[in-house]
């Protein structure tokens, strides 16, 4: 179930509101419960550059990719740190998944599986 917080621009109280899905979320215009107020501010939660609340170790590829991409050194050092990889590892790692992304983009045709 998603939830987003707000904070209400009339009446000043951060609050969060739930939907029962992305649908609803969509549909639905934020209401602050306390004062009735549709003047809601969304807080972004959970989205963070900064160092240390981010687990890199258990990151997906796709995540480091973008790490990576992103170019953010404060971060793509981190990585390195917690992947205990050394750069160039990572790096050469993350070039053979861009490649396999790209081509996996290139083609609409699935790749022959051996599963
Ligand atoms: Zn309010």
Same mark, same amino acid.
């Given at each position: 179930?998603?939830?987003?917080?707000?904070?209400?621009?009339?009446?000043?109280?951060?609050?969060?509101?739930?939907?029962?899905?992305?649908?609803?979320?969509?549909?639905?215009?934020?209401?602050?419960?306390?004062?009735?107020? @549709?003047?809601?501010?969304? /807080?972004?939660?959970?989205?963070?550059?900064?160092? &240390?609340?981010?687990?890199?170790?258990?990151? *997906?590829?796709?995540?480091?990719?973008?790490?990576?991409?992103?170019?953010?050194?404060?971060?793509?050092?981190?990585?390195?740190?917690?992947?205990?990889?050394?750069?160039?590892?990572?790096? @050469?790692?993350?070039?053979? /998944?861009?490649?396999?992304?790209?081509?996996?983009? &290139?083609?609409?045709?699935?790749?022959?599986? *051996?599963?």
């Amino acid at each position: 179930m998603p939830a987003y917080d707000y904070r209400c621009n009339s009446c000043g109280r951060e609050v969060s509101l739930f939907y029962k899905s992305y649908k609803d979320y969509d549909d639905a215009t934020p209401t602050c419960p306390h004062c009735g107020s @549709t003047d809601l501010e969304r /807080i972004i939660t959970g989205v963070t550059l900064q160092t &240390g609340g981010r687990n890199y170790s258990g990151m *997906s590829s796709q995540e480091m990719l973008s790490v990576l991409e992103g170019g953010n050194k404060q971060e793509v050092n981190e990585l390195f740190r917690q992947s205990g990889q050394d750069a160039a590892s990572t790096v @050469t790692q993350a070039d053979t /998944i861009k490649r396999a992304k790209d081509s996996a983009a &290139g083609s609409s045709k699935p790749a022959t599986s *051996s599963e």
